[in-house]
Nanobody, 117 residues
């Protein structure tokens, strides 16, 4: 199970910080990422981070969002600054990787982010 939290309602230009913590699993074993899905649109990658800490961002969020991981706290974060109404979506966290020769992938339940203009 992945617990995503930190969503909410914010005005344009504001900030939010999302958190994702898996229960019963160690994030150090996985690459991790945030996806989002707006009404009527497909789910798409927002940002990802490898086990080694390398990051990748969607062009639409570069320079505004920052993905980090704290293996000691077993938690991944997404710091979202300069939010825009088009960032409104349900945000999902995902972890994936090979563990003991088995490929694993888990999704969180999603957290709503709403940005008002």
């Amino acid at each position: 199970q992945l617990q995503a939290s930190g969503g909410g309602l914010v005005q344009a230009g504001g900030s939010l910080k999302l958190s994702c913590a898996p229960s019963g699993r160690t994030i150090a074993n996985y690459a991790m990422g945030w996806y989002r899905q707006a009404p009527g649109k497909q789910r798409g990658l927002v940002a990802s981070i490898t086990k080694g800490g390398s990051t990748n961002y969607a062009d639409s969020v570069k320079g505004r969002f920052t993905i980090t991981r704290d293996n000691a706290k077993n938690t991944m974060y997404l710091q979202m600054n300069s939010l825009k109404p088009e960032d409104t979506a349900v945000y999902y966290c995902n972890v994936w990787g090979w563990v003991s020769s088995n490929y694993e992938s888990y999704w969180g339940q999603g957290t709503q982010v709403t940005v008002s203009s």
